[in-house]
């Protein structure tokens, strides 16, 4: 898997929009950049993942430029139920069987 | 929701006896894996199946073994369990699409040992 870099924590009020970038330098021509959310007391759960340029879903959106070597998560106006841990990972199914996960990003959202 | 469960969901138990945690799916995926979550830690993998038979270690697979003797069934066990081992435990399952990584986890598992 492709090693990636995010921010530790990030801390936003409700009503922002909320980025989160992630940093993957090494990521391979056949790798999908994959974001998952994690909720105290739960497991991570899948939000969103993408290839190449935009993807939007009903949760969030996913901005990948053309060089792929970063994404940014895009939470649309969060509320704080949106206060969870956010993993960014990279990698292939065809390649990769061990998936490691870092420490994310812990987001914290204000009232 | 994955069709995944874990069982039990919680379990209180002493230094030195066995454990075992399972895993189980609906799903029919090829994948599966263990992995821990502690404070300051993340989520760590244990160990991971490719199939049925097949398995191989995570990053933290000293103290556990595992085994898969059917598509649907995930064990891990700690023969002789210790504190440090005290920790929550998530399963999940992985299918095969050809594109990206796409995991779907468990409930997870409360393990604490005295």
């Known amino acids: 898997l492709a090693k990636t870099t995010q921010p530790i924590s990030m801390d936003s009020y409700e009503g922002q929009e909320v980025n989160i970038t992630c940093s993957h330098n090494n990521i391979a021509t056949n790798d999908y950049i994959t974001w998952y959310q994690q909720f105290p007391s739960q497991g991570p759960r899948f939000i969103i993942q993408?290839?190449?340029t935009k993807v939007t879903n009903e949760v969030a959106s996913l901005f990948i430029p053309a060089d792929r070597k970063s994404s940014t998560l895009s939470l649309p106006r969060v509320s704080l139920s949106d206060t969870a841990v956010y993993y960014c990972l990279v990698g292939s199914s065809n390649r990769d069987d061990k998936i490691i996960f870092g420490k994310g990003t812990r987001l914290h959202i204000l009232p | 929701d994955a069709g995944i469960t874990q069982s039990p969901r919680h379990k209180v138990t002493e230094t030195g006896t066995p454990v075992t945690l399972r895993c189980h799916q609906t799903e029919n995926h090829r994948y599966m894996y263990w992995y821990r979550q502690d404070p300051g830690h993340g989520l760590r993998l244990i160990h991971y199946s490719y199939g049925v038979k097949d398995t191989d270690k995570g990053e933290v697979s000293d103290g556990y073994s595992v085994s898969r003797s059917k598509t649907e069934d995930f064990l891990l066990t700690l023969e002789s369990a210790t504190s440090s081992q005290t920790s929550v435990y998530f399963c999940?399952?992985?299918?095969?699409?050809?594109?990206?990584?796409?995991?779907?986890f468990g409930p997870g598992t409360r393990l604490t040992v005295l």
């Open positions: 993408g290839y190449k």
């Open positions: 999940a399952i992985k299918g095969t699409s050809g594109r990206g990584d796409t995991q779907y």
